[in-house]
């Protein structure tokens, strides 16, 4: 499939009751695209010129994942076959088909596909009712996630003190994020320890800043000074102040990644960021929860991204999380 192929529609999946919010991203970024059809979880648009390709790399942080629209069927299959045949209209195989179903409220993928690899065409397959299915086409890179509505089937960990384990795992994996043991976090609003634990478990050391007191199963990995030699590897120091009288000194050197899950405005943790990325300038990576009061918040974020971008971050994203509808992963790097 050549990479002119166009459709007169595209369509997005999005977290059912986020389609005002999808919208309204729309139409605050001029994009000139108008709403052709609507379900729970899923949108489609129009525009005067047909879309090409290049349209699905557009970031709305609404869509969970966005693809040109070859039109809807009664019945799975059917729209399996609209697939196939656009790709034999083209001369190119369709290895990939992922399904999504709109499924007791939500909007989520059918278990058992195989992930897509960078480059590769991908067909979606989106159930929204008993006979309608509709069939779509992208191909697949880093502006798009693995799985079809977002969601990567996530289960909690049995240990984890939090839901914001899955927080973090979930962007993690939406975004391809790659840690290493080299790396260290500093997290703030990091009690009672989901985002500490799951960080522990992938090998990442953390700084958690909070004055709350963290679960045992974090406190197991704690040492008791920042600049203590650890026996264990990863490690976590717990640094028990509100964020707003970290020093220089209680981070120390060499922190990598700043973390937030605070409870706090966009622009309160924002100003948070910037101090301590000013601390400690070999932060490259900035990863934070915004907790909106209301999901249409989402339209104020190029003010966000220029505040970013004024700290010298470059690649930045903006992702609704599924496990929260009002959640949002901010991702900054350097």
């Known amino acids: 499939m050549s990479a002119d192929f166009q459709s007169t529609y595209l369509f997005a999946l999005a977290n059912p009751g986020s389609e005002k919010a999808l919208k309204l991203e729309v139409e605050t970024m001029r994009l000139g695209w108008r709403l052709s059809y609507q379900r729970r979880g899923f949108v489609t648009f129009k525009a005067d010129a047909a879309f090409g390709i290049s349209a699905l790399d557009t970031p709305l942080a609404c869509a969970r994942r966005l693809c040109l629209s070859l039109g809807k069927a009664a019945t799975r299959e059917g729209a399996i076959d609209l697939i196939h ?11 990939l088909i992922q399904q999504a179903r709109y499924f007791e409220r939500k ?3 059918i278990p058992g596909d195989p992930l897509p690899i960078t480059g590769q065409w991908v067909g979606t397959v989106v159930e929204v009712g008993e006979t309608e299915f509709w069939a779509g086409l992208h191909r697949h ?3 798009h996630s693995a799985y079809p509505a977002g ?5 909690m960990s049995a240990d984890s003190p939090s839901r914001a384990w899955l927080k973090l795992e979930e962007a993690a994996r939406f975004f391809d994020l790659d840690f290493t043991p080299e790396d260290i976090v500093v997290e703030l609003g990091c009690a009672p320890g989901g985002v500490v634990l799951a960080l522990l478990n992938r090998g990442v050391s953390v700084i958690g800043v909070d004055p709350a007191k963290m679960a045992d199963v974090v406190m197991k990995s704690a040492i008791a000074t920042r600049d203590a030699e650890s026996v264990r590897e990863p490690w976590f120091y717990h640094c028990r102040k509100p964020a707003a009288l970290v020093s220089k000194r209680d981070l120390g050197k060499d922190v990598t990644w700043f973390m ?3 409870n706090q405005s966009p622009e ?4 948070e960021c910037a101090r301590f ?5 070999s932060i490259r990576g900035v990863l934070i929860t915004l907790k909106l009061t209301e999901i249409t918040q989402v339209a104020e974020k190029s003010a966000w991204f220029e505040t970013l971008r004024e700290m010298g971050f470059e690649t930045i994203r903006l992702q609704q999380l599924a496990v929260h509808h009002k959640e949002f992963a901010l991702l900054a790097l350097r």
């Open 107 to 109: 909007m989520e993928g």
């Open 260 to 262: 937030s899950d605070m």
């Open 268 to 271: 309160v943790v924002l100003k």
């Open 277 to 281: 990325c000013r601390m400690t300038p």
């Open 85 to 95: 045949q656009a790709g034999a209209d083209h001369g190119v195989d369709i290895p």
């Open 151 to 155: 969601d990567s089937g996530l289960v």
């Open 141 to 143: 890179g880093p502006s």
